[in-house]
């Protein structure tokens, strides 16, 4: 039983680079997310999705896109490699919430670094 | 908009005694509560979880957590601590389509 799987678990990047973090969940969830987590500062949502075909920004969405074509999918995209960038990357999953009452289901996360 | 404060960055115990982490946070309504807990190197596993009823709710690996409207507060409990404990535990509140998180507390078990 996978549940939410991020590849990769590390990643070092220079600066200007691009590339996409891998989200895929088997648990047919609606609702996917993705939080960056900084030292001492908790979880931040970067983007969300209630859907295939619908995504919204979170709390910091600047120098990120995503993408949700499937059910199953939720990549998150870097174009320009920024040092602020780097960080560690959590994908979530929830079922339903229209009104933040569901748990959310975590992957291991992308520990990226930009150089 | 929701928020959660735990005051406490690190909190260190000594194996087998008791346990408290705080969380407050600021919402007009009842809110929606959860406790969650991050192992080095891991995702964050959900502890526990408040939505209405009965103030006092049980989780898993032994962990309790009391909600009291009075205060503001949803504080994590649990009576003996074991060095497996030992990880970095965030407090959310929902909010909307996600979840808003505390910026944790770091708990160290000593021998």
């Known amino acids: 039983n996978a549940g939410v799987t991020q590849t990769p678990k590390f990643r070092i990047l220079k600066i200007g680079q691009s590339m996409t973090l891998q989200c895929t969940q088997d648990m047919n969830h609606n609702y996917m997310y993705w939080y960056r987590q900084d030292p001492g500062m908790g979880l931040k949502l970067i983007y969300y999705s209630v859907g295939a075909g619908i995504t919204d920004k979170g709390e910091v969405p600047n120098g990120y896109n995503v993408s949700r074509s499937t059910t199953e999918d939720f990549p998150l995209r870097l174009e320009l490699a920024a040092p602020s960038q780097t960080s560690v990357y959590f994908c979530a999953t929830t079922l339903s919430s229209g009104n933040g009452n569901q748990p959310q289901h975590f992957g291991d996360g992308t520990r990226l670094s930009i150089l | 908009a929701q928020s959660v404060t735990q005051p406490d960055i690190h909190i260190t115990v000594s194996e087998g005694a008791s346990l408290e982490l705080r969380c407050n946070y600021s919402y007009g309504a009842t809110p929606y509560l959860f406790w969650y807990v991050q192992s080095p190197g891991q995702g964050l596993q959900l502890l526990l979880k408040?939505?209405?009823?009965?103030?006092l709710v049980q989780g898993i690996k032994g962990f309790e957590a009391e909600f009291k409207r009075s205060q503001s507060s949803f504080n994590l409990r649990k009576p003996s601590v074991h060095w497996s404990d030992a990880a970095e535990y965030f407090c959310?509140?929902?909010?909307?389509?996600?979840?808003?998180f505390g910026k944790g507390t770091s708990l160290l078990v000593t021998p």
């Open positions: 408040y939505f209405s009823g009965d103030t």
């Open positions: 959310a509140v929902g909010s909307g389509y996600a979840l808003n």
